[in-house]
C-alpha cells in the first residue's frame, strides 16, 4: 500500500543551527510529494512542491527539499532555522489525478531562541 | 482570493449521537473537495474526497459519510457517533487543475472529542 513515513515526531534545535527533516514515500510510478507546515494557531500551508525537474525544491522561507528517487526520499532542509520556524511539518505524496494526498505522522520541531 | 471555511472549531458529543460538520469554499468553482482525519499520534488519513456535486469518494471504510449539496459545501456526518471517532477533522480543497499548480488548501479543521 501507499504510505509517506517520517523519521522524526519530534525535533529540539537552538537558533541557528541546521534543519533536515526526513521523508521517504512507497509507491510506484511518478508521485508528486509535498512538505506542508502548520504553524501554532493557523492553517496548515504548503511548504513547498515537487512534480518534476529539478529534484533540488526551493520553498518559501528558506526550506528546500531534495527528491532522490532511489532513495525514494525527499527530505527538508534549512540551514540556519529561526523561533518563527517553531511549527509542525507533514510530508505528503499524491500519485494521479484528483490530488488525493496521503501524509507522514509530522515532525513536531521547537527551535529555542 | 479563496478562503475556506470550517465549523465548528471544537466539538464534544457524546456516544451515539449524531454528527454534522459543515464546510465551505469561497472565491473559487467546481474545486476538488476532501475531509482528512489525524487521530492522536498519526498522520492526517483521507476519508472521503468529491469532484462535483453529490459525487463522493470514501477512502476507508468507516462510521461516517458525506455529502456535497452544493458546489462550495461538504459536510461531514454520522448518525451515531463512536468513542473511536475522536480525532481532528480538516476539510480542504484543491483546484480542478492538474498541472503544476496543484495544490491543497486547508480549513482551521474541528476538534472532535466523543465522550
Known amino acids: 500500500a501507499q504510505s509517506v513515513s517520517q523519521h522524526n515526531h519530534h525535533v529540539i534545535l537552538s537558533e541557528a543551527a541546521s534543519l533536515e527533516l526526513g521523508c521517504n514515500y512507497s509507491?510506484?510510478?511518478?508521485?508528486?510529494l509535498f512538505w506542508y507546515v502548520q504553524y501554532p494557531g493557523q492553517h496548515l500551508q504548503l511548504l513547498l512542491k515537487y512534480f518534476s525537474g529539478d529534484p533540488l525544491v526551493k520553498g518559501i522561507k528558506g526550506f528546500e527539499a531534495e527528491f532522490i528517487k532511489s532513495k525514494f526520499s525527499f527530505n527538508l532542509r534549512k540551514p540556519s532555522v529561526q523561533w518563527s520556524d517553531t511549527a509542525e511539518y507533514f510530508c505528503a505524496a499524491s500519485q494521479g489525478g484528483y490530488n488525493k494526498l496521503i501524509f507522514g505522522a509530522g515532525t513536531r520541531l521547537a527551535v529555542h531562541p | 482570493s479563496q478562503t475556506i471555511h470550517q465549523w465548528p472549531a471544537t466539538l464534544v458529543q457524546p456516544v451515539g449521537s449524531p454528527l454534522s460538520l459543515e464546510c465551505t469554499v469561497e472565491g473559487t468553482s467546481n474545486p476538488n473537495l476532501y475531509w482528512y482525519r489525524q487521530a492522536a499520534g498519526r498522520g492526517l488519513q483521507l476519508l472521503f474526497y468529491?469532484?462535483?456535486?453529490?459525487?463522493i469518494s470514501s477512502e476507508v471504510p468507516q462510521n461516517l459519510s458525506a455529502s456535497r449539496p452544493q458546489d462550495r459545501q461538504f459536510i461531514l456526518s454520522s448518525k451515531k457517533l463512536l468513542l473511536s471517532d475522536s480525532g481532528f477533522y480538516l476539510c480542504a480543497w484543491s483546484p480542478v487543475d492538474r498541472g503544476d499548480n496543484i495544490r491543497a488548501f486547508f480549513g482551521q479543521g474541528t476538534r472532535l472529542t466523543v465522550v
Open positions: 468529491s469532484v462535483g456535486i453529490g459525487q
Open positions: 509507491y510506484g510510478g511518478t508521485v508528486n
